[in-house]
């Protein structure tokens, strides 16, 4: 079975985007696929992971220019050393926000002109049966809703995340570009033939929204984790004797460490936090949460680790005596995070900042995760750190259901649901 692949995050960019589509091209392909995907060049971004490439032939991987602002930050960096990466980190969210905001549909549609003319020479060439679509960026529905009509090939929709129907953070701007991103979403939703969630939420929200049918042709995909990262895997040196919490990714929209950092501020006034506490995140940080570190006080006892290969932040993950989850209270109830999975396979407690009856609580709760509160008030994240940290020595009993949430057998199921569509 052929299939054309067209995903912006791919590797050797690292973090969840590119993972999620790293791996289900790996699985589809030992499923019986023949893929060719079709990605970005290069572009400014937080995260790169070489690693990620292994299991991936570097000749069924076509990259295309773009002229979005990612890609015209790279090649600005081209000439200016380190010029495009100090821009990037250096200028305010609000700012980068206000500029994304520019470009109907989102900051990536530069990309579909290149992108739309290497597809249709492809699809010229080649006998695809199925086009397989990951979004964000939303924009690139459109290539495949075109490539589908253009040459009667079929197309699955991947929604990795809420577009429209994101209340808590603005992505599409407002009046015109809002009503052309809305029309634009429910247009690819309906033409697809398959359409692939991230939660079930998404799923749920998108039918309720634009397809009351979409529920009998759509399938949940889940982060999930990969067994087989896990295989052989040691925790890392911790290099201290202190109980170490982690947060490993990135922050962004309302997702701020401000009132945890609070909370460790006022605990360590009243000396109940252990000798030797840190507090590690694992990534690259804007410069309003590094400013929001600088201004908490308690800043010695905050580590920033720069951006792990992906098996690395496993072995650190392993290492950490607990682990740290930001959701903001009024994020959608489908909101589930892709580190959640793989935090709940390493078996570590997870103080999870996050609504109490989201997605990402109902499988808290199912697996035996307990230390749950608000992002937003320093004073229950108080009373949950300190029943995380009282409950240190016992023993505890997880269930995370690891089979169901495991990638390979997802991505199996996915397969099916894929072939399904070409009888």
Same mark, same amino acid.
């Given at each position: 079975?052929?299939?054309?692949y067209?995903?912006y995050?791919?590797?050797?960019?690292?973090?969840?985007?590119?993972?999620?589509?790293?791996?289900?091209?790996k699985?589809?392909g030992?499923?019986g696929?023949?893929?060719?995907v079709l990605?970005? +060049?290069?572009?400014e971004?937080n995260?790169h992971?070489?690693s990620?490439?292994?299991?991936?032939?570097p !000749?069924?991987i076509f990259?295309?220019?773009s002229?979005?602002p990612?890609?015209?930050?790279?090649k600005?960096?081209k000439?200016?050393?380190?010029l495009?990466t100090?821009?990037?980190h250096?200028?305010?969210?609000?700012i980068?926000?206000?500029?994304?905001r520019?470009a109907?549909?989102?900051?990536?549609?530069f990309w579909?002109?290149?992108?739309l003319?290497?597809a249709?020479?492809?699809?010229?060439?080649?006998?695809?049966?199925?086009i397989?679509?990951? /979004?964000?960026?939303f924009?690139?529905?459109?290539a495949?809703?075109?490539?589908?009509?253009r040459?009667g090939?079929?197309?699955v929709?991947?929604?990795?995340?809420y577009?429209?129907?994101?209340k808590d953070?603005?992505?599409?701007?407002?009046?015109?570009n809002?009503?052309?991103?809305?029309?634009?979403?429910k247009s /690819?939703?309906?033409?697809?033939?398959?359409?692939?969630a991230a939660?079930?939420g998404?799923?749920s !929200?998108?039918?309720?929204?634009f397809?009351?049918s979409?529920?009998?042709?759509?399938?949940v995909?889940?982060?999930?984790?990969d067994e087989?990262?896990?295989y +052989?895997?040691?925790a890392? !040196?911790?290099?201290?004797? +202190?109980?170490?919490?982690?947060y490993?990714?990135?922050?962004?929209a309302?997702?701020s460490?401000?009132c945890?950092?609070?909370a460790?501020?006022?605990?360590e006034?009243?000396?109940?936090?252990?000798?030797?506490?840190?507090l590690?995140?694992? +990534?690259?940080?804007?410069r309003?949460s590094?400013?929001e570190?600088?201004?908490s006080?308690?800043g010695?006892?905050v580590?920033?680790?720069?951006?792990?290969?992906?098996?690395?932040a496993l072995?650190?993950m392993?290492?950490s005596?607990?682990?740290?989850?930001?959701?903001?209270s009024?994020?959608?109830?489908?909101?589930?995070?892709?580190?959640?999975?793989?935090?709940l396979?390493c078996?570590?407690?997870?103080?999870?900042?996050?609504?109490?009856?989201?997605?990402?609580?109902?499988?808290l709760?199912?697996s035996?995760?307990?230390?749950?509160?608000p992002?937003?008030s320093?004073t229950?994240?108080?009373k949950?750190?300190?029943?995380?940290?009282?409950d240190h020595?016992k023993?505890?009993?997880?269930?995370?259901?690891?089979?169901?949430?495991?990638?390979r057998?997802?991505?199996?199921?996915l397969?099916?649901?894929m072939?399904?569509?070409?009888?």
């Amino acid at each position: 079975m052929k299939l054309l692949y067209i995903s912006y995050f791919f590797p050797p960019l690292g973090g969840p985007a590119a993972i999620r589509n790293q791996k289900t091209v790996k699985y589809l392909g030992d499923f019986g696929w023949d893929i060719d995907v079709l990605t970005v +060049g290069e572009i400014e971004y937080n995260y790169h992971d070489e690693s990620l490439l292994a299991s991936i032939n570097p !000749d069924k991987i076509f990259r295309v220019p773009s002229l979005d602002p990612m890609a015209l930050l790279k090649k600005i960096g081209k000439h200016k050393d380190k010029l495009s990466t100090q821009v990037y980190h250096n200028t305010p969210e609000s700012i980068k926000q206000i500029i994304r905001r520019l470009a109907p549909l989102d900051d990536k549609v530069f990309w579909l002109p290149n992108l739309l003319q290497k597809a249709k020479k492809m699809m010229g060439e080649t006998s695809y049966e199925l086009i397989y679509v990951s /979004c964000g960026p939303f924009s690139s529905a459109l290539a495949a809703k075109w490539l589908s009509k253009r040459f009667g090939v079929p197309y699955v929709l991947e929604m990795r995340d809420y577009w429209t129907l994101l209340k808590d953070y603005n992505i599409v701007g407002f009046g015109l570009n809002r009503l052309l991103a809305r029309a634009t979403e429910k247009s /690819c939703i309906k033409k697809a033939s398959l359409l692939v969630a991230a939660t079930q939420g998404i799923a749920s !929200d998108l039918a309720e929204s634009f397809d009351p049918s979409l529920p009998e042709r759509s399938f949940v995909l889940f982060n999930g984790h990969d067994e087989a990262d896990f295989y +052989g895997l040691k925790a890392a !040196d911790r290099q201290t004797s +202190g109980f170490v919490l982690s947060y490993f990714g990135a922050l962004y929209a309302k997702r701020s460490l401000k009132c945890l950092l609070k909370a460790l501020s006022s605990l360590e006034k009243q000396k109940l936090l252990p000798a030797g506490f840190e507090l590690r995140l694992y +990534g690259s940080f804007h410069r309003e949460s590094v400013l929001e570190i600088e201004q908490s006080g308690i800043g010695t006892m905050v580590r920033i680790v720069p951006q792990l290969q992906h098996r690395q932040a496993l072995e650190h993950m392993l290492a950490s005596d607990a682990l740290l989850l930001l959701i903001n209270s009024d994020s959608p109830k489908g909101t589930l995070t892709s580190k959640l999975f793989e935090y709940l396979r390493c078996g570590k407690p997870i103080l999870a900042l996050a609504p109490q009856h989201g997605e990402a609580a109902e499988l808290l709760k199912e697996s035996g995760q307990t230390y749950l509160c608000p992002m937003e008030s320093s004073t229950l994240i108080m009373k949950s750190l300190q029943d995380l940290l009282k409950d240190h020595d016992k023993a505890r009993e997880y269930h995370y259901p690891a089979q169901k949430y495991e990638r390979r057998t997802q991505i199996e199921f996915l397969s099916n649901r894929m072939l399904e569509k070409l009888r």
